[in-house]
């Protein structure tokens, strides 16, 4: 069956280390992969997008790997802030069902202590 | 820019009664909208793909004629819940793919929390 599963349902860490939040998926073609930040009682905002054929991505704070042997994405947040706390979702496009359709992980809740 | 907004943001409704929530593209238009549902501390479920000027396409095990989907224009694509009952309460949200966007980044709308007595 299909599954898309990211590593905790919730995270800890202390203001200025670096988050490390993991998306494992089976049973999944993705032409690429998604990672989106969700506040409580909001809609997911996109934060970043990498292709099946790139390795990694970078925007300010935020790195993507995306290894499609592993089936694996990892989600980097350096120099964590207290406002980074949100829960981090990672979306897969399945080039199977048609690229355009998003489909969600289970979401990690990550928390930054002051 | 590409700004979603949905209406209402909060809805309570009695048992077998319609409610309609509408979804819309604010600054650009959108050829596809998607609706999902989202419960407390669950991911989002894809519900089904609206396409504007054709029928919408509902992923399995999603009731069309319990949540029917209209897209009537490329800024606004609207999904009703026919004769609600309280397991319909949930969190709903859409999103909209800009035309012409090549990687299909996806721009959500602030949500619709439905809560059915």
């Known amino acids: 069956s299909q599954k898309i599963e990211q590593n905790s349902e919730a995270l800890n860490i202390q203001e200025g280390k670096t988050a490390t939040l993991t998306c494992n998926y089976t049973?999944?073609?993705?032409?690429?992969l998604q990672w989106y930040r969700q506040d409580p009682g909001r809609g997911p905002v996109f934060l970043l997008l990498i292709r099946e054929n790139e390795k990694e991505k970078r925007k300010e704070r935020l790195k993507v790997t995306f290894d499609t042997t592993l089936k694996q994405s990892l989600f980097h947040i350096t120099a964590s802030q207290p406002a980074d706390s949100a829960t981090y979702l990672c979306?897969?496009?399945?080039?199977?069902?048609?690229?355009?359709?998003?489909?969600f992980g289970t979401g990690t809740r990550l928390t930054v202590i002051p | 820019g590409a700004v979603v907004s949905q209406h209402p943001s909060r809805v309570i409704c009695k048992s077998g009664t319609s409610v309609k929530i509408e979804c819309r593209s604010l600054d650009f238009q959108a050829t596809t909208m998607f609706w999902y549902r989202q419960f407390p501390k669950k991911s989002l479920m894809l519900m089904a793909t609206s396409n504007e000027g054709s029928k919408a396409t509902y992923e399995q095990g999603v009731e069309k004629d319990k949540f029917l989907i209209n897209h009537a224009s490329l800024t606004l694509s609207t999904l009703t819940v026919t004769s609600a009952h309280p397991e319909d309460s949930s969190f709903y949200i859409c999103s909209a793919i800009p035309g012409g966007s090549s990687y299909n980044e996806q721009f959500f709308g602030p949500g619709t929390r439905l809560t059915v007595l």
């Open positions: 979306a897969l496009g399945n080039r199977q069902t048609g690229a355009n359709n998003l489909f």
């Open positions: 049973n999944y073609s993705p032409a690429y």
